[in-house]
T-cell receptor, first 114, second 117 residues
């Protein structure tokens, strides 16, 4: 079945460091890919998305490129801030019944130290 | 718009008790769903609905019931709570069908943290 694998956390970085969180997927067909972020005590928010191969999603300085050949959607940011501390989830859309569901990775907890 | 709202935020139940988690959205979304979030396992789909009067099972439906009498509301019922149902529950909504050109973004509520003792 469809699945998403993220790099295990927790990840701890210093402010202004470069961030990469790896995400690979297994899917039939051509899913849309997403990164969601969960700040402490809150629900999930969509961070960025890509709907087809070679698309690059970007938001708030974060970027991820849909790589069909390597089945990957790695999240990157050039210079992280303390406010980026959160849990990050990679996800893909998969068909279910007459709709689509999200299949999530296990999440990666990111802590940024000043 | 309030978006997706959930009540209560926290709940403690004893084994065998029943309760209903409430979820409402004001975006006129056809699709609504319930997920549970457990440590190290991401989010898993419990039940979903593609419109009023239509519901179906997700990956982990056992012990839960849902109904969808209106577009806005999608309550989740725990029939007889068990410690294995201790989790954080999230409701989400979106425009439902692929091909609508919206990239299928789901909007999540703030969650309900449930503890079953």
């Amino acid at each position: 079945g469809d699945s998403v694998t993220q790099m295990e956390g927790p990840v701890t970085l210093s402010e202004e460091a470069f961030l990469t969180i790896n995400c690979t997927y297994t899917a039939t067909g051509y899913p849309s890919l997403f990164w969601y972020v969960q700040y402490p005590g809150e629900g999930l928010q969509l961070l960025l998305k890509a709907t087809k191969a070679d698309d690059k999603g970007s938001n708030k300085g974060f970027e991820a490129t849909y790589r069909k050949e390597t089945t990957s959607f790695h999240l990157e940011k050039g210079s992280v801030q303390v406010s980026d501390s959160a849990v990050y989830f990679c996800a893909l859309s998969a068909p279910i019944g007459g709709a689509q569901k999200l299949v999530f990775g296990q999440g990666t907890r990111l802590t940024i130290n000043p | 718009n309030a978006g997706v709202t959930q009540t209560p935020k926290f709940q403690v139940l004893k084994t065998g008790q029943s309760m209903t988690l409430q979820c409402a959205q004001d975006m006129n979304h056809e699709y609504m769903s319930w997920y549970r979030q457990d440590p190290g396992m991401g989010l898993r789909l419990i039940h979903y609905s593609v419109g009023a009067g239509i519901t179906d099972q997700g990956e982990v439906p056992n012990g839960y019931n849902v109904s969808r009498s209106t577009t806005e509301d999608f309550p989740l019922r725990l029939l007889s709570a068990a410690p294995s149902q201790t989790s954080v529950y999230f409701c989400a909504s979106s425009y439902s069908k692929p091909g609508q050109g919206r990239g299928y973004e789901q909007y999540f509520g703030p969650g309900t943290r449930l503890t079953v003792t």
